[in-house]
């Protein structure tokens, strides 16, 4: 079974800075199924990222994914106020599982 | 526009049953797949139904295997979960999901579940 880990588990940054998430997997996936979540206190997720690298429907420029093997990157270029919350990496995985990541707090400095 | 929401949510007794809902608007509702995940208060995201578009296939991860039915009926475009043999830790947000292959592209509000005496 793949296990991801996200670090840090919580990231404090100004609004305006630039935050870097990280999404490791146990062991090498196809990143076509890597995606990324946002959630904020009282609501549902809402898909960010897919394919790793490919934002949904709506999602800011400021939003961007990257990574392959093991190793993957939510980047939000420069934090809006709206921005800061849970994020969290999921692999769609074979047998079919669905598994995520424990998520990144991304609170205000 | 495109909604899933949720319905039948509440409180149980451990050992005791309850059917989750999720009607769906919006889109067509047959072609695709549908997943259910919940959130334990304060905890992560917790996958635990998928059910592809015919409703043949059910999976489920090993927590609630036995115990949690996924199903559907496309005539009325909703999706069900039926949790049997409840536990405290089965306590959460449930959010009904559309699988938009490689990714949960939708999700419902959800509806809260809480298994207490």
């Known amino acids: 079974e793949i296990v991801l880990t996200q670090s840090p588990g919580t990231l404090s940054l100004s609004p305006g800075e630039r935050a870097t998430l990280s999404c490791r997997a146990s062991?090498?996936?196809?990143?076509?199924?890597l995606a990324w979540y946002q959630q904020k206190p009282g609501q549902a997720p809402r898909l960010l990222i897919y394919g790793a690298s490919s934002r949904a429907t709506g999602v800011p420029d400021r939003f961007s994914g990257s990574g392959s093997g093991t190793d993957f990157t939510l980047t939000i270029s420069r934090l809006e106020p709206e921005d800061f919350a849970l994020y969290y990496c999921q692999l769609y995985g074979s047998s079919p599982r669905f598994t995520f990541g424990p998520g990144t707090k991304v609170d205000i400095k | 526009q495109v909604q899933l929401v949720e319905s039948g949510g509440g409180v149980v007794q451990p050992g005791g049953s309850l059917r989750l809902s999720c009607v769906t608007s919006?889109?067509?509702?047959?072609?695709?797949?549908m997943h259910w995940v919940r959130q334990a208060p304060g905890k992560g995201l917790e996958w635990v139904a998928f059910?592809?578009?015919?409703?043949?296939?059910?999976y489920h991860p090993d927590s609630v295997k036995g115990r949690f039915t996924i199903s559907r009926d496309n005539s009325k475009s909703t999706l069900y979960l039926q949790m049997n043999s409840l536990a405290a830790d089965d306590t959460a947000v449930y959010y009904c999901a559309r699988d938009g292959a490689r990714s949960m592209d939708v999700w419902g509000q959800g509806t809260m579940v809480t298994v207490s005496s």
């Open positions: 062991q090498s996936v196809d990143s076509s199924f």
């Open positions: 059910a592809r578009i015919d409703g043949g296939r059910e």
């Open positions: 919006g889109f067509t509702f047959s072609p695709y797949g």
